[in-house]
């Protein structure tokens, strides 16, 4: 989340419970403090492709260079997320796509590396404003920086690694430089949306679909974007591999927030049913209380809903939300937008590219949803 760019109030101002106060008046329910360790969506078979990795590590040097600041408490502060480790989905993403355009000898432009930075630098700023809203106190098994420096640090942390994906895009391009641009609006657009219907019961699925559109399907989407602008695709490609990263990070944030219902604290890392506990009703959820074949369930879970739940009731809203099939009725959906994103591929890829990439590419929605643990 974009902490700056909407005027939220300070989180350390805030009460551990209750209400706060948003822009225009709007009150917005407060969320409880959260510990962040690690994430169970795993893009596992797409990062074990032959070489990827190769082009990974010039990615993750060229990250620790780029946020170099004059101010070594500013890149101290910059740094830690980077260090820390991560999936680097995003970046993958483009240099996957990368490795697929004509004349790609195995090893990627420096174009495309530096776009892959681009966007993990957003999605980082992204993290860090994030927690600040969250008040979480770990992020990938290290402190997360506001909990070390505090908020403000953690706000102005973000806003630098903001700019400096900023810079980057514009080096590559007034194309790209417009994009990521206007990718940061969607991912604000997308957390508003979210926020501004926390602990609602009547959060539609249209609501929904729009909110992970903006904050997880954008930025993925630009990721692959990128990566075929920078490889030198021609246009339908560009537009096909766009396509493609949309559907995937459909398929990834359903796939996440079906795991917030059926997986364990120890699998996710984090406290199960955290979405619920922050009033943020997800597809299972809103399946759930919309379910007319299982009625009975659908009025307790409504009755649960609509306002903090203390740590009892959360165990019990989880276990509504699995008893009517809802999680099995997201699983479809997702599985929806992964046969989109084979399509997409299938489309982007119809010069007859071929190889491990490729595959990795094209399973990669079906891989998320296969990954989900038995419910």
Same mark, same amino acid.
């Given at each position: 989340?974009?902490? /700056?760019?909407?005027?939220?109030?300070?989180?350390?101002?805030?009460?551990?419970?209750?209400?706060?106060?948003?822009?225009?008046?709007? /009150?917005?329910?407060?969320?409880?403090?959260?510990?962040?360790?690690?994430?169970?969506?795993?893009?596992?078979?797409?990062?074990?492709?032959?070489?990827?990795?190769?082009?990974?590590?010039?990615?993750?040097?060229?990250?620790?260079?780029?946020?170099?600041?004059?101010?070594?408490?500013?890149?101290?502060?910059?740094?830690?997320?980077?260090?820390?480790?991560?999936?680097?989905?995003?970046?993958?993403?483009?240099?996957?796509?990368?490795?697929?355009?004509?004349?790609?000898?195995?090893?990627?432009?420096?174009?495309?590396?530096?776009?892959?930075? $681009?966007?993990?630098?957003?999605?980082?700023?992204?993290?860090?404003?994030?927690?600040?809203?969250?008040?979480?106190?770990?992020?990938?098994?290290?402190? +997360?920086?506001?909990?070390?420096?505090?908020?403000?640090? %953690?706000?102005?942390?973000?806003?630098?690694?903001?700019?400096?994906?900023?810079?980057?895009?514009?080096?590559?391009?007034?194309?790209?430089?417009?994009?990521?641009?206007?990718?940061?609006?969607?991912?604000?657009?997308?957390?508003?949306?979210?926020?501004?219907?926390?602990?609602?019961?009547?959060?539609?699925?249209?609501?929904?679909?729009?909110?992970?559109?903006?904050?997880?399907?954008?930025?993925?989407?630009?990721?692959? /974007?990128?990566?075929?602008?920078?490889?030198?695709?021609?246009?339908?490609?560009?537009?096909?591999?766009?396509?493609?990263?949309?559907?995937?990070?459909?398929?990834?944030?359903?796939?996440?927030?079906?795991?917030?219902?059926?997986?364990?604290?120890?699998?996710?890392?984090?406290?199960?049913?955290?979405?619920?506990?922050?009033?943020?009703?997800?597809?299972?959820?809103?399946?759930?209380?919309?379910?007319? +074949?299982?009625?009975?369930? $659908?009025?307790?879970?409504?009755?649960?809903?609509?306002?903090?739940?203390?740590?009892?009731?959360?165990?019990?809203?989880?276990?509504?939300?699995? %008893?009517?099939?809802?999680?099995?009725?997201?699983?479809?959906?997702?599985?929806?937008?992964?046969?989109?994103?084979?399509?997409?591929?299938?489309?982007?890829?119809?010069?007859?590219?071929?190889?491990?990439?490729?595959?990795?590419?094209? +399973?990669?929605?079906?891989?998320?949803?296969?990954?989900?643990?038995?419910?």
């Amino acid at each position: 989340m974009i902490v /700056r760019m909407y005027g939220w109030p300070r989180v350390d101002r805030r009460p551990a419970s209750g209400w706060i106060g948003g822009a225009g008046g709007r /009150r917005f329910p407060s969320r409880p403090v959260v510990a962040y360790r690690r994430a169970v969506v795993s893009p596992a078979p797409l990062l074990l492709v032959p070489g990827l990795d190769d082009d990974l590590l010039r990615v993750e040097k060229a990250m620790v260079d780029s946020v170099k600041a004059g101010d070594p408490f500013l890149t101290e502060v910059a740094s830690h997320l980077i260090t820390a480790g991560g999936k680097r989905l995003r970046p993958a993403l483009a240099v996957a796509v990368g490795r697929l355009a004509p004349g790609c000898d195995g090893s990627v432009s420096d174009d495309v590396i530096m776009g892959g930075v $681009a966007v993990e630098l957003v999605h980082l700023g992204s993290l860090y404003h994030d927690d600040v809203m969250d008040e979480a106190r770990t992020r990938r098994n290290v402190e +997360s920086v506001n909990a070390r420096w505090g908020n403000l640090v %953690a706000i102005l942390a973000g806003d630098f690694l903001l700019a400096r994906a900023s810079e980057i895009a514009a080096s590559l391009g007034t194309e790209v430089a417009g994009l990521l641009a206007a990718t940061i609006g969607r991912l604000c657009e997308g957390q508003v949306r979210e926020l501004a219907q926390t602990f609602d019961v009547s959060r539609s699925e249209e609501s929904y679909l729009l909110s992970i559109e903006g904050k997880t399907a954008s930025l993925m989407s630009t990721a692959c /974007r990128i990566g075929a602008i920078t490889a030198g695709f021609p246009r339908d490609g560009v537009d096909a591999f766009t396509a493609f990263g949309q559907q995937v990070g459909m398929v990834f944030q359903i796939v996440d927030d079906v795991l917030d219902v059926v997986a364990t604290d120890e699998e996710l890392g984090k406290p199960a049913g955290n979405d619920l506990m922050e009033g943020v009703y997800t597809l299972p959820v809103i399946r759930a209380l919309a379910s007319e +074949s299982a009625s009975a369930s $659908a009025d307790s879970l409504r009755k649960l809903l609509g306002n903090p739940l203390r740590p009892g009731e959360v165990a019990q809203a989880r276990a509504l939300v699995k %008893a009517n099939g809802a999680v099995g009725d997201a699983i479809a959906v997702a599985r929806g937008y992964a046969a989109e994103a084979s399509r997409a591929f299938d489309s982007a890829a119809a010069a007859g590219v071929g190889g491990p990439v490729a595959a990795a590419l094209r +399973s990669l929605g079906d891989d998320l949803i296969e990954n989900l643990p038995p419910n």
